[in-house]
Structure formats: C-alpha cells, structure tokens
C-alpha cells in the first residue's frame, strides 16, 4: 500500500479530525476501498484489521504499550544472552590461545591399551539426526538471507540481493517455503520425542548423563568454566552433553516457536486480524525480526566459535555432524566424564567405528567450510544493515 491508499491524495488531515480517512471512526471504511473481500481477491477488513498500527513507534510507550513491551522484552533478551555468551567466548578464546601458546594440552589417549581401538573413531550421530541438522542449518541460514532484504531493504546491498533471488515475490515464496520445512522439521522431532518418552518412560534417566535436560551439574560445569578461564581451577569434566549445547538444544524450541508462530501471523494477517485485534500483529512483527536476528548473530558468532573456531579446534571446520563420528582421541579430551564412564562400564568397545572415508572426511570439510564462509557473509550483511539500512 502507498500513503495515499490511507490518506487520501487530497484533504490530508490529522488522524484526530473526524473527517480524516485514517480516524478510528473511519478506518473501516477507508480499509475495505481495498480490502473489500470481492474482486480484488483480499479479504474483507475487520474491526481487528483496521487497529493495526502502521506506523507504531516502539519508544512511544503511552500509544502503544504492548509494541513497547514486546521490544524491550526482546532487546532485554538479546542482551542478556549476548552479553552472558560473548563474555563466556573472549574469556574461553583467551584460555584455551594461551594454554596453547604455553604447550599444555590435555594427555593423548593410548589406543593401543584399547582393543581395537588403533584407527577408530567414537560414533556419537546417527544419520537422521546428521540430515535434520544439516536441512535445519540450511533453512536457517536462507530464511535468515532472504529475511534480511525486507527488514533492511534501505541498505545499498538489498535491492542487488533482491534482483539475484528473483524479485520481491520469489523472494518472498522462497522465504514461505523454506519456513515450512524449517518448522517441519522441529515438529518431526517433537513426535520423534513423544514417540521416545512412552517408549523409555520407566527406564530413561531425566536427569542423568545421557539426558539433554539440564540439571545440576550443569551449573557446576558453568561456575566451574569461568573459574578455569581465569585460572581459578581445573577445567569440568563434560559428559555426554555439555551446558552449551544443552542451551542450543533447547533454544531452539523457544526460537522456532517464536519465530514460527509469529510468521505465521505475518503470513496471514487478515486471518489473524479476523478474531485478534490489529496490535498483535505489531508485536508480531516486533518479535518476529528481533527473534531472527538473535538466532542469526547467535548462530554465526556463539556457536560458530563453540563449535569450530576455537583454538583448540584450529584449523575449522568440525564435522562431526556431518560425519557422526569424533576421533577417539579428541573425545577422550573434549568429553572426558563419557569416556570414563563408558570404559568402566565396558561399554565404550560398541561405540567404536571406522574413520570415515577419505572422499567423505575431504566433502565434510569442504561443507563445513562453505556453510561458516556462508554464514560470515550473512553477518557481514547483517551488521552493514544494521547499522545503514
């Protein structure tokens, strides 16, 4: 819509006259001009439709609360987690360069004391959890580029980015589309996990080493962390999973949901619009964009670094995910608690497996190197439109 689809080409008057197109009064009406649900194919305006702010203004907390609310929630959020996760990443960068610096690593593990072991790898993914992370990946990272170009469409690199995927409405179809299997693939998991809960209700341990939900120990791991960093004591011995990726887990139930449901909205306001008043869409919105941009700076810097770009992962990429398989001996130092555990009870002998073949290490490298290439260009674009689209 352009501004004289509101108000009007001629007689331009203040939304508190009474004879402006846009008065509270009068909004019905100047809304169904165009969304008249006949000919023109949109749906017929509602009284929920019309109280849709345009051009709310989030710091104008008088007229409108619950945008003001919903932004500073998320700007709150955002710099909570960034501010706790950044911290966490400078300080663990600085002791893992110096200890690297200083030549003190963690004892290699002696293969040949193992059966078998001489050559072996410890299987930690299957294939299906391997695919699901690579296709959520992937989707997160095209919804993320192809999102950026509406949020700042005023940056120089917008409008090239734009004509190379196609238009606004490709754009918009390839956004649509790949939201579909972004979310499918969250919601596949969930079953996956009602399906396991009734399976292993009695049996499994909530709370133990195998478990992804967060327990105690996990704010020992934390406390005991920023001691190591600042050489107050030894590093924690992680198990299975460790507090970081506790948290990426389960961030992603919270981000999906928002981001999803949000979209949703987006997708179809006049549906929304049709049994919510107008504002939600404005927090809808207002959510929708801070949420994205927290999970894409999250991805490409926090988890980037946790994963690949630490100096202990030196030279990147990991590939774990996509290979399902880690080098018995960087198991033993990255997950000690497990390796432990597992030798004592015998069990460690079944997990292990083959190296994986050469073409299939060379290609997972070759990916794991073109999606982080992928995702610093997408925060170089980000940043750039942060700050002048």
């Known amino acids: 819509a352009k501004c004289h689809d509101c108000h009007g080409s001629h007689s331009?008057?203040?939304v508190d006259d009474p004879y402006s197109a846009v008065h509270p009064k009068n909004r019905?009406?100047?809304c169904s001009k165009?969304?008249?649900g006949?000919?023109?194919?949109?749906?017929?305006?509602?009284e929920g439709f019309v109280s849709f702010a345009p051009h709310a203004n989030a710091f104008d907390f008088k007229r409108y609360p619950q945008v003001a609310a919903a932004y500073w929630f998320m700007i709150l959020l955002l710099v909570g987690t960034f501010g706790f996760f950044w911290i966490h990443s400078v300080l663990w960068f600085?002791?893992?360069?110096?200890?690297?610096?200083?030549h003190r690593?963690?004892?290699?593990v002696a293969t040949e004391a193992l059966p078998g072991a001489v050559g072996?790898?410890?299987y930690r993914f299957g294939p299906v959890s391997r695919i699901a992370h690579l296709v959520f990946g992937v989707s997160d990272m095209t919804l993320v580029l192809t999102g950026l170009v509406l949020l700042f469409a005023g940056a120089a690199w917008a409008p090239v980015l734009i004509k190379l995927l196609g238009g606004p409405q490709i754009t918009g179809l390839i956004h649509r589309s790949v939201a579909v299997i972004f979310v499918s693939v969250l919601l596949l998991h969930i079953l996956y996990l009602?399906?396991?809960i009734f399976k292993n209700l009695k049996t499994f341990r909530w709370f133990g080493p195998d478990s992804l939900v967060p327990n105690w120990k996990d704010m020992e791991d934390i406390v005991g962390m920023f001691k190591w960093f600042v050489g107050k004591g030894p590093k924690p011995l992680f198990d299975r999973w460790t507090y970081w990726e506790k948290f990426d887990y389960w961030a992603v139930f919270w981000g999906v949901g928002a981001i999803g449901i949000t979209g949703l909205m987006l997708w179809f306001p006049t549906v929304v619009a049709s049994f919510l008043p107008g504002w939600t869409l404005n927090v809808a919105a207002v959510i929708h964009s801070k949420q994205a941009l927290l999970g894409a700076v999250f991805l490409f810097t926090v988890h980037f670094f946790n994963v690949h770009l630490r100096p202990e992962k030196f030279p990147p990429p990991d590939v774990v995910m996509f290979t399902g398989s880690v080098d018995l001996d960087e198991f033993r130092r990255e997950r000690p608690a497990q390796y432990q555990r597992l030798r004592e009870s015998g069990q460690l002998e079944k997990y292990l497996v083959d190296q994986p073949s050469r073409p299939m290490t060379i290609g997972s490298k070759l990916l794991g190197l073109s999606l982080i290439g992928i995702g610093f260009v997408i925060l170089v674009l980000l940043v750039n439109g942060a700050f002048t689209g």
């Open 194 to 196: 009602i399906y396991f």
């Open 38 to 46: 006949g000919e023109s194919g949109r749906p017929k305006a509602t």
């Open 94 to 102: 600085y002791r893992e360069y110096q200890d690297r610096k200083e």
């Open 12 to 14: 331009i008057l203040k």
């Open 105 to 108: 690593s963690r004892a290699h």
């Open 34 to 36: 165009c969304h008249d």
């Open 28 to 30: 019905l009406n100047t």
């Open 120 to 122: 072996k790898q410890v």
